[in-house]
């Protein structure tokens, strides 16, 4: 073997050693000596690499409970970290692929998350109430820069749903979808079946944070009186006992 061959299997073996040493480098051990103030983490055990902790928090309002991790060694070869994850957050199972990079790039794949409606509101951008029912969503791919959405798409099933409040009403099975369309924007799609109320359209989420709500909401022929007046308080009536939402404003954070 020549000299360069040498050098480059020495090379290897100390990158090996390198990686086996911090993929066994305890993950309490690591949290205390970088001691990040963002982050707070209780009941942590096994290694950088694979490992788990009873709660995460972040320093925001919801924390991460049940964490367990399992990352991909190779992908500091691409200037990322990332891989396996299953969490316990406000009251729903989380689980999935999760990559992120510098500049605040997150990238998330395969995420399936299920749970109740009575929690999940904790996490909505909206300020809903009370809501009932089971989510199950499956996210295929995700994109963000900071609190940016890129690219997202998935689906959401939500059974039995329900709202408490601002106001009450059954909506059976609501089902929905989000695809990206031209120029960075994305489109939810939204329809239920089953309830009260029978509901159609979405909302269309533009790349700098515009965005548009447009839903018709139909008393099912079953549903009792007060249902419409119910809707009337918070949509526009459109003719054949419909209702119509129609509204338009910026998030924040864009």
Do not use: C
């Amino acid at each position: 073997m020549t000299r360069r061959g040498w050098i480059g299997l020495g090379a290897f073996g100390v990158l090996v050693y390198l990686v086996a040493l911090v993929a066994t480098f305890p993950a309490a051990r690591a949290l205390a000596l970088g001691d990040p103030p963002q982050i707070r983490a209780d009941g942590v055990s096994g290694s950088v690499w694979a490992g788990s902790a009873q709660r995460v928090a972040f320093g925001g309002p919801v924390p991460l409970d049940d964490l367990t991790w399992d990352l991909a060694a190779w992908r500091l070869l691409t200037g990322r970290i990332g891989g396996d994850a299953d969490f316990h957050v406000a009251g729903a199972h989380v689980t999935g692929t999760f990559v992120a990079s510098p500049g605040g790039h997150l990238a998330a794949s395969g995420v399936t998350l299920k749970g109740p409606m009575a929690s999940l509101v904790e996490l909505a951008p909206v300020p809903i109430l009370a809501a009932e029912g089971e989510m199950l969503a499956h996210v295929d791919e995700a994109i963000f820069d900071g609190r940016r959405p890129r690219r997202l798409q998935g689906q959401f099933q939500w059974e039995n749903a329900a709202l408490v409040a601002p106001v009450q009403v059954a909506l059976g099975t609501v089902r929905g979808q989000v695809t990206p369309v031209d120029d960075g924007a994305h489109s939810f799609e939204i329809e239920s079946s089953g309830g009260q109320v029978v509901i159609e359209g979405g909302i269309r989420l533009l790349a700098d944070g515009r965005y548009r709500v447009d839903l018709r909401l139909t008393p099912a022929r079953d549903a009792p009186p007060r249902i419409a007046d119910t809707l009337g308080m918070v949509a526009q009536r459109a003719g054949n006992g419909a209702f119509v939402i129609r509204r338009s404003g910026q998030l924040t954070g864009f």
